[in-house]
């Protein structure tokens, strides 16, 4: 007997010709939410719903679309998006540039045959490796964060021949078994131990611990193939190390003979106030992490590049590491058109000027609410607001949330909220932020 699936033709029709409406009617958005959280429940993951209850008040909002630097429920509502998706916004939501170049690159063709050459991988690659510092050349494309640092893991591995790895602690790179190896957080690694073999977490920030297990490392006869550091830490509750700290972790590495793997999926792309993080202190690495806002706010796709050097294995065998859709014809039209875009509009400029205002502004506030706020810290959109307790910080989210604002919450560090807006955020809308958390703190201050 062949299975019915009438049912399911009908249904799948059905929210086709919702995804080609442009407004639903009343009914339908009432139909849609319920029938979203429904699935949710029933077949995503309840949990998720439950932490939705926990840090908003109304858990059932569904986001329908978006545009610059904010999105509306289905319903309408309006939010300034100062999560930014993690980090993916930096050119804003849907930025028309990065939009059409998509939609040109699709009417043509979407995915590669794989066998001939791809001419958008080239070219892309070409041009990171002409805003990427010093004498980084060669481009690995992936198609996420994890991925990238996947194959940073791999790279190191094979060019030093040697199997230890330093990173450090509150550090995020990723959730699948090799960068969670780097990943420093219990609650994400405790369900999945043994990971990875060699890698020993330090204290962030302090470069005198890294020296120590170069050295210890090295004195057991297992030499470290390369530390992996964050410029910034993102999920670790945006961490400022010390100006020295990335210069000094550079020399280490040279001394020993190990690799400088920087971590930029958050802090890259303009993010920070320069176009790298690690441009501050005018450190090159020799793998860098890129992915997040890499694809333009639009498609996913990351990238791990690398010097010269580290590429030998790979050019006498190029599937050694190979990946069906990273670089992909699709999304890098999105990174060449993001590319494009932040150096045109003077995104990064513009994410330091923006960033010192926030943060002056942000200070000015916390300082009236010590009862509620530790510390406000960051570097151009980079910004982390802690708070005493995890529960202010969550009643803040909430009462953000009810206001228009959305920030969240980081991986690592509870007591922290984030502020990683669009780099494209007007001063207007920078205003409206700070006016909707004054009103937040000072109903908070009242629980503290
Ligand atoms: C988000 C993040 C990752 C992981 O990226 P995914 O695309 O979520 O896999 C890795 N490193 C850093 C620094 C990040 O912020």
């Known amino acids: 007997m062949s299975l019915d699936y009438?049912?399911?033709?009908?249904?799948?029709?059905?929210?086709?010709?919702?995804?080609?409406?442009?407004?639903?009617?009343?009914?339908?958005?009432?139909?849609?939410?319920?029938?979203?959280?429904?699935?949710?429940?029933?077949?995503?993951?309840?949990?998720?719903?439950?932490?939705r209850k926990s840090v908003s008040t109304d858990y059932t909002s569904v986001e329908w679309k978006d545009g610059g630097a904010t999105f509306t429920d289905v319903y309408g509502k309006e939010f300034i998006d100062c999560l930014g998706g993690y980090g993916i916004y930096n050119v804003g939501h849907r930025h028309p540039k990065v939009l059409a170049a998509v939609i040109n690159q699709l009417k043509r063709q979407a995915l590669h045959s794989q066998e001939l050459l791809d001419p958008l991988r080239a070219l892309l690659a070409k041009l990171v490796a002409a805003i990427t510092p010093g004498d980084l050349q060669y481009v690995f494309f992936v198609n996420s964060g994890t991925e990238s640092v996947e194959a940073a893991i791999k790279f190191a591995r094979m060019y030093t021949g040697r199997r230890s790895f330093i990173s450090t602690t509150r550090a995020f790179h990723g959730k699948s078994l090799g960068s969670l190896s780097a990943t420093a957080k219990a609650v994400f690694r405790k369900p999945f131990l043994p990971l990875i073999p060699g890698f020993h977490h330090v204290p962030y920030g302090n470069a005198e611990a890294v020296a120590m297990m170069l050295e210890s490392c090295a004195?057991?006869?297992?030499?470290?193939?390369?530390?992996?550091?964050?410029?910034i830490q993102g999920e670790g509750g945006v961490i400022v190390p010390p100006d020295d700290y990335l210069p000094k972790l550079r020399k280490l590495c040279?001394?020993?003979?190990?690799?400088?793997?920087?971590?930029?999926?958050?802090?890259?792309m303009g993010r920070t106030g320069k176009m790298f993080a690690c441009e501050h202190c005018?450190?090159?690495?020799?793998?860098?992490?890129?992915?997040?806002?890499?694809?333009?706010?639009?498609?996913?796709?990351?990238?791990?590049?690398?010097?010269?050097?580290?590429?030998?294995?790979?050019?006498?065998?190029?599937?050694?590491?190979?990946?069906?859709?990273?670089?992909?014809?699709?999304?890098?039209?999105a990174a060449i058109a993001n590319i494009n875009v932040l150096l045109e509009e003077n995104l990064p400029q513009r994410a330091a000027e923006s960033g010192a205002y926030m943060l002056r502004r942000l200070r000015e506030l916390a300082a009236k609410y010590p009862a509620v706020v530790l510390e406000v810290r960051g570097k151009g959109l980079m910004i982390g607001i802690e708070f005493v307790s995890n529960e202010l910080g969550y009643e803040v989210a909430k009462g953000l949330f009810a206001r228009g604002v959305l920030v969240a919450g980081t991986l690592i560090n509870a007591k922290s909220i984030r502020i990683e807006p669009p780099l494209t955020i007007s001063r207007d809308q920078q205003d409206r932020v700070i006016e909707r958390l004054a009103a937040t703190l000072e109903e908070v201050n009242r629980l503290a």
């Open 6 to 51: 009438s049912h399911i033709i009908a249904e799948s029709q059905r929210y086709l010709d919702m995804i080609a409406k442009e407004e639903l009617t009343m009914a339908e958005k009432d139909a849609l939410v319920k029938e979203t959280v429904e699935a949710f429940r029933d077949h995503v993951n309840p949990g998720f719903l439950e932490y």
């Open 219 to 231: 004195f057991v006869g297992e030499d470290v193939a390369a530390v992996i550091v964050e410029p």
């Open 254 to 268: 040279d001394q020993y003979g190990a690799l400088l793997i920087l971590d930029e999926v958050q802090t890259g």
């Open 282 to 333: 005018g450190v090159v690495p020799d793998i860098l992490c890129l992915a997040k806002a890499f694809g333009g706010g639009v498609m996913p796709i990351g990238a791990t590049v690398a010097r010269k050097p580290i590429w030998e294995k790979l050019i006498e065998n190029p599937f050694l590491h190979t990946t069906t859709f990273g670089g992909n014809p699709v999304c890098c039209a």
